[in-house]
């Protein structure tokens, strides 16, 4: 199947500082990305949805600016976590797709790890 | 409203046994798919089986297969013959067009196998 890659696979950072989440398509142009968010033992929260090019749409309760997506390429998506807090700490998923059809599947990258201190 | 409903939290099952695990889910639309994910420890989300709302035959994938029941709004998952790497939190979603394609999970089930 196909790659999807994320960096930093965990990262650790202060209250208040921002952290930059990139998500990459490495063997695909992804149409569409997605972010989602995962605490311990919940399931995958949609966080919003990033299309190359235009600007992302967030689900209702996610502060856009907050959770600031870029989705310059077709390949990259980046999520920057602006003025961190401890409450933000979570597990960060990104999945990519090609094409918009109901039956597409998506890729999932393997996640980041979020701790804020 | 929930629109995927997981009702296990836990599930165990006995090592080369089957083991179905429960979704319902809600939607107004006839066009959708159904899929399952495996998420280990590690985290990865790893495709399953996918389902589509049109497909009238059950999807079956190896020793995964899909009990699609449209009229219910129910599409459980069958593990056949577990295996030890089987015990992983297991999660069904709905993708759907709602002004665009998107994918919401379910709560999950974590499976545990027992050798």
């Known amino acids: 199947g196909a790659v999807v890659s994320q960096h930093p696979s965990w990262v650790i950072c202060k209250s208040g500082t921002s952290v930059k989440i990139e998500c990459r398509s490495l063997d695909f142009q992804a149409t569409t990305m997605f972010w989602y968010r995962q605490f311990p033992k919940q399931s995958l929260m949609l966080m919003a949805t990033?299309?190359?090019?235009?600007?992302?749409?967030?689900e209702q309760g996610v502060e856009k600016d907050k959770f600031l997506i870029n989705h310059a390429s077709l390949t990259l998506s980046t999520l920057t976590v602006t003025s961190a807090h401890p409450e933000d700490s979570s597990f960060y998923i990104c999945?990519?797709?090609?094409?918009?059809?109901?039956?597409?599947?998506?890729?999932f990258g393997p996640g980041t790890r979020l701790t804020v201190l | 409203a929930q629109k995927i409903t997981q009702t296990q939290p836990g599930m165990f099952v006995q090592e080369k046994e089957a083991v179905t695990l429960d979704c319902t889910y809600d939607t107004s639309d006839q066009s959708y798919g159904l899929f399952w994910y495996k998420q280990p420890s590690s985290g990865e989300m790893i495709f399953l089986i996918y389902?589509?709302?049109?497909?009238?035959q059950n999807a079956t994938e190896g020793r995964y297969s899909l009990n699609f029941q449209k009229a219910r709004k129910s599409a459980n998952l069958v593990i056949s013959a577990s295996q030890l790497g089987d015990s992983a939190m297991y999660f069904c979603?709905?993708?759907?067009?709602?002004?665009?394609?998107?994918?919401?999970f379910g709560a999950g089930t974590r499976l545990f196998v027992k050798a």
């Open positions: 979603a709905m993708r759907e067009n709602t002004g665009g394609f998107k994918t919401i």
């Open positions: 999945s990519a797709e090609q094409g918009a059809t109901l039956y597409n599947e998506q890729f």
């Open positions: 389902q589509g709302s049109y497909d009238e």
């Open positions: 990033s299309n190359e090019g235009s600007k992302a749409t967030y």
